[in-house]
């Protein structure tokens, strides 16, 4: 079945530190792929999507690209804060019954200390 | 900007007892989810649920579990007879109308979710 396999956490960086968390799929055909952020006593919140091949989400100064050959799906900014401190999900959206849930990865922790 | 709500916030509950969680989904929407997160763990699908019915369930879903949409504003989680490890964040989404056939606005509002503690 489809799955999504993310980096294991924590990532604990400093202050205007690049970032990446690595994220990569199995699936059949293609589906949309998403970043979600969790902030500590908080929900999910969308942070990027992209839906085809080459495509480049992006938000706040993250990105990722849907890469279709390596099948992956990378966050990334080049300068995080303290307030990027949170758990973030990659997911896949899977077509079933006419409906689309989500797969989820386990999620990664990022730290970024001042 | 339209929001999904949950209620309660947080629920504490004791083994063998039902439990209703609520959410109100964005209003002109037409699918809605359940899934949940264990503390620490992944976020997990729980069911999908359009046209009054249900479309998909995972091996989470028992019969303990149901879900329904009694007013066509609510769409409500209700776990019969709950057990310890029932113990979990649960979140609704909801998703709007989707366009055929490119299939591209599928995206999923979420709820700030109902953490629920069983005892």
């Known amino acids: 079945g489809n799955s999504v396999t993310q980096m294991e956490g924590p990532v604990t960086l400093s202050e205007e530190a690049f970032l990446t968390i690595n994220c990569t799929y199995t699936?059949?055909?293609?589906?949309?792929l998403f970043w979600y952020v969790q902030y500590p006593g908080e929900g999910l919140q969308l942070l990027l999507k992209?839906?085809?091949?080459?495509d480049k989400g992006s938000n706040k100064g993250f990105e990722a690209t849907y890469r279709k050959e390596t099948t992956s799906f990378h966050l990334e900014k080049g300068s995080v804060q303290v307030s990027d401190s949170a758990v973030y999900f990659c997911?896949?959206?899977?077509?079933?019954?006419?409906?689309?849930?989500?797969?989820f990865g386990t999620g990664t922790r990022l730290k970024v200390l001042a | 900007e339209p929001e999904v709500t949950q209620t309660p916030s947080h629920q504490v509950t004791q083994m063998g007892q039902e439990v209703i969680l609520r959410c109100v989904p964005i209003s002109n929407h037409l699918y809605f989810y359940w899934y949940r997160q264990i503390l620490g763990q992944k976020v997990e699908f729980l069911v999908s649920f359009y046209n009054n019915e249900i479309s998909e369930k995972s091996e989470i879903f028992d019969d303990q579990f149901s879900v329904e949409r009694p007013d066509g504003s609510n769409f409500t989680l209700k776990i019969r007879s709950t057990k310890l490890e029932d113990s979990a964040m649960y979140f609704c989404?909801?998703?709007?109308?989707?366009?055929?056939?490119?299939?591209?606005?599928?995206?999923?509002?979420f709820g700030p979710g109902t953490r629920l503690t069983v005892t």
């Open positions: 699936a059949t055909g293609y589906p949309s």
């Open positions: 992209a839906t085809k091949a080459d």
């Open positions: 997911a896949l959206a899977q077509s079933t019954s006419g409906t689309y849930k989500y797969i």
């Open positions: 989404a909801s998703q709007g109308q989707q366009i055929l056939p490119q299939l591209q606005h599928y995206e999923q509002y």
